[in-house]
């Protein structure tokens, strides 16, 4: 599975969009991106996974680049509750296997 | 419908002994791999069981093994336990198939003593 690249960590003001980038420069043709979160030590939180399309959802937006190598997630009104560590994820062939990196942990500010 | 279950929330063991934690998936998910989170290392992936069969494997001991069973219900086992295996153990439910979601439980704290 290819890896990912993320920024260590991220502030945001409250009400604010959070953009969070993630590399992964050796993705291949048939690995989805996928996001998640972790809040204080709970299990990690699915939000949002794409193939080379934008997507959306009622949490959040990914935008992969037309070449598929990086992508960046964007939560459109960052809220308190949204301090987490996110963690961008390439998965393929090997399905429910996840290779998590380090994450960037987002610290939303008042 | 019902999330991903893990039991017990928490266990302490003593070093030496074994200790068996316990995953039960979203319903018509046959997919369940497990993880293990430390500080120091962050999370990492155990083992994963589809239909019965173990399909992946991480870079663990042997200590560390699973099964699953007819119903999609998963147990993992850690014999002989030690210090650093102190962690939160983690589940992932999931259908098969590309593209599709995979979802996390809330974890088993494991403390070994």
């Known amino acids: 599975d290819a890896k990912t690249t993320q920024p260590p960590s991220m502030d945001c003001a409250e009400g604010r969009a959070a953009n969070l980038p993630c590399n992964h420069s050796?993705?291949?043709?048939?690995?989805?991106v996928y996001w998640y979160r972790q809040i204080h030590s709970q299990g990690p939180q699915y939000i949002i996974h794409g193939l080379k399309n934008n997507e959306t959802n009622e949490m959040a937006s990914l935008i992969i680049t037309e070449d598929r190598k990086s992508s960046t997630l964007i939560l459109p009104h960052a809220t308190l509750r949204d301090t987490a560590v996110y963690y961008c994820i390439v998965r393929g062939y090997n399905f429910n296997k996840f290779y998590f990196g380090s994450g960037t942990k987002l610290n939303v500010k008042p | 419908k019902a999330g991903v279950t893990q039991t017990p929330r928490y266990l302490i063991k003593t070093r030496g002994q074994q200790v068996t934690l316990s995953c039960s998936p979203i319903?018509?998910?046959?997919?369940v791999s497990w993880y293990q989170q430390t500080p120091g290392q962050g999370l990492q992936f155990l083992f994963e069981y589809f239909s019965e069969t173990q399909r992946n494997k991480g870079n663990f001991p042997g200590r560390f093994s699973g099964r699953q069973f007819s119903n999609s219900r998963s147990e993992m086992n850690v014999s002989t336990l030690e210090l650093g295996d102190s962690a939160l153990y983690l589940c992932?439910?999931?259908?098969?198939?590309?593209?599709?979601?995979?979802?996390f439980g809330q974890g088993t704290r494991l403390t070994v003593v």
């Open positions: 992932a439910s999931s259908s098969d198939g590309l593209g599709t979601e995979a979802f």
């Open positions: 050796t993705i291949s043709g048939n690995e989805y």
């Open positions: 319903s018509g998910h046959r997919s």
